[in-house]
């Protein structure tokens, strides 16, 4: 009876070890810097659906072939209320969405998890607010949204 058991227990094991083989992990997928181009994001962008009163504004730079940097701000009047620094670059063989506001000692750093042509996501699950952040590009237009798995927040840009 034992034999039995055991021979039953350990199929069952097999069975879902080869299931679970099937699933296409994509966490540490490497990101080649030729094969991914964020070009789409250079250009100097004009938030169109701010808030009354607000003008918020996000400009890329190109740095060299793997390197991306952006400047978002946003303006009331002629106050600056809101900056922050981004990087878009390999870290390790491994994209990263870096961001740091000015009072920040440390970038909070998203890994980039999803690239199609003229778009990516990118994730931080350990972050508060948000947990991904989103860049797409239509037409002339550069689409952003940061969410986590309650609240996503749009941004839509004009050069």
Request: charged share 30%; with cysteine; hydrophobic share 35%.
């Amino acid at each position: 009876m034992k034999t039995i058991s055991r021979i039953m227990v350990l199929f069952v094991m097999l069975f879902v070890l080869s299931c679970s083989s099937n699933k296409t992990d994509n966490s540490n997928k490497v990101f080649s810097y030729a094969e991914y181009d964020f070009d789409f994001l250079l250009a100097e962008w004009n938030r169109t659906n701010d808030e009354d009163g607000k003008k918020t504004f996000e400009n890329w730079k190109k740095e060299n072939d793997s390197t991306y940097i952006g400047e978002g701000f946003t303006l009331q009047d002629a106050d600056t209320i809101w900056k922050e620094n981004m990087i878009l670059s390999p870290v390790n063989g491994t994209w990263y969405f870096q961001v740091k506001t000015p009072g920040d000692q440390e970038s909070t750093d998203f890994k980039v998890i999803a690239y199609e042509n003229n778009s990516f996501t990118c994730e931080n699950r350990l972050n508060d607010f948000p947990k991904t952040i989103r860049y797409w590009k239509t037409d002339n237009m550069l689409n952003a949204e940061i969410a986590d798995d309650t609240i996503k927040i749009p941004f839509i840009f004009e050069k």
